[in-house]
């Protein structure tokens, strides 16, 4: 029989939750998370360029389903373009406080030249035949097939949002302030981004910046998680 | 006007968009991204627990939306559960050879039990009166009362998403390898869980554990991400 064990009782904090550091260099992850909050206020200063390019290719780095990668980044620091995504997205003062915006734009669809274009590249990039990967390719394009347009953007936009934790990771590492935003009309950023020209839709925002500490009311309260015991169920 | 100007041509491969790395800690997550992979096989060792412990605090650290926290993990390192588990995921081996699956469990619906809860949750981890976060409260409530639940779901499905990037580069760093997996039956995993129960259904099982070098195809083939420049476009 299964023990379901869990790490503590119910009302004990989180951080009662034991945390063994094995290496030292990890409390640095763990204290980066604990340092970075959904930053309400920023100072406008810009984030240099190599701490844009690493939050970038972690990013990239992300995995995805069957390696897809079935969304892109516009990364946004004209001046102009923040002032018009202002009100798109309800005022909220980082939009034109940051430095950079990153907006996660998923594909609107699995299409198969879609699918077609990735499998070639794949094999192109390892020197392998065309026809290496065509069971796992031929697989992919069935399954997409068989779901419509909605299911295609609910599965890439997911994709998206592994893509946002590693964006959120590497600029917490980097000590570069982040807010992800969802409270934005999708529709009227996708207009004005023209990505429906790309089959893009917008799924979120990643503010990039610093922090502005004598006007952000939220840098002043505790980060509060829940505690461990609800997050996590033990089947050990 | 805008430039669009592109990092690199788009003919150029990813690896040429310039990696500036300001500070040498930092090299080490791009490393540990490139060195992680989507594990094919693996030998069974155990992941030592102040790792899983890092993972999972880690996992626990990442925003979500409104910080309501719509999904949960359920960590099974029981044999015999990943063995019942095995041929709801298409009998992919990993699913036994790891060291242990992290079930991502999102919530089927944001009720108005489980916002209040949240909301009195914090405002008594932060000392405040209960009323304090009241407008936002009810704002949260209002905007999920639009909703369905199926869009409940997949809204949740996204923040567990972003728990799942999180807990991917907390692996890599600490050098366990992980295999994201959406290759299962979601009503069979969630029946054996019983997470209809917690009002929960699974979005992705993350598995941990040790690559078989041996053993494992994939782990001898590049890594390949789409070029950068296909992949962003800078709005500068």
Chains 1, 2 share one sequence.
Not at 4 to 26: C, G, L, Q, V, W
Not at 136 to 153: D, S, V, Y
Not at 156 to 167: E, M, S, T, V
Not at 173 to 178: A, G, P, Q
Request: charged letters at 20%; proline letters at 6%.
């Amino acid at each position: 029989m299964l023990s379901r064990a869990k790490p503590n009782n119910t009302d004990k904090p989180k951080n009662e939750y034991h945390i063994h550091i094995s290496n030292p260099k990890h409390m640095n992850l763990i204290e980066s998370l604990n340092w970075r909050y959904a930053t309400k206020a920023m100072t406008g200063e810009l984030v240099p360029q190599p701490k844009i390019d690493l939050i970038m290719n972690a990013t990239l780095l992300c995995p995805t389903s069957s390696g897809l990668q079935p969304f892109e980044v516009i990364l946004i620091s004209n001046k102009e373009m923040k002032e018009k995504i202002l009100p798109i997205a309800h005022n909220q003062p980082v939009t034109v406080q940051s430095s950079h915006l990153m907006v996660f734009a998923a594909w609107d669809s699995y299409t198969t030249e879609r699918i077609n274009h990735h499998f070639t590249y794949l094999n192109q990039q390892r020197a392998m035949p065309d026809s290496t990967t065509d069971d796992f390719r031929n697989t992919t394009i069935a399954l997409f097939a068989k779901q419509t347009k909605e299911q295609h953007f609910a599965h890439a936009a997911k994709q998206a949002y592994i893509g946002l934790g590693f964006a959120l990771i590497a600029a917490a590492l980097e000590k570069v302030d982040s807010t992800p935003m969802e409270g934005f009309d999708p529709e009227k950023l996708d207009n004005l981004l023209e990505l429906n020209k790309k089959g893009l839709k917008s799924t979120c925002i990643l503010a990039l910046g610093y922090r502005d500490t004598a006007k952000d009311w939220l840098v002043k309260l505790k980060k509060i998680r829940e505690p461990m015991s609800e997050f996590v169920t033990i089947l050990s």
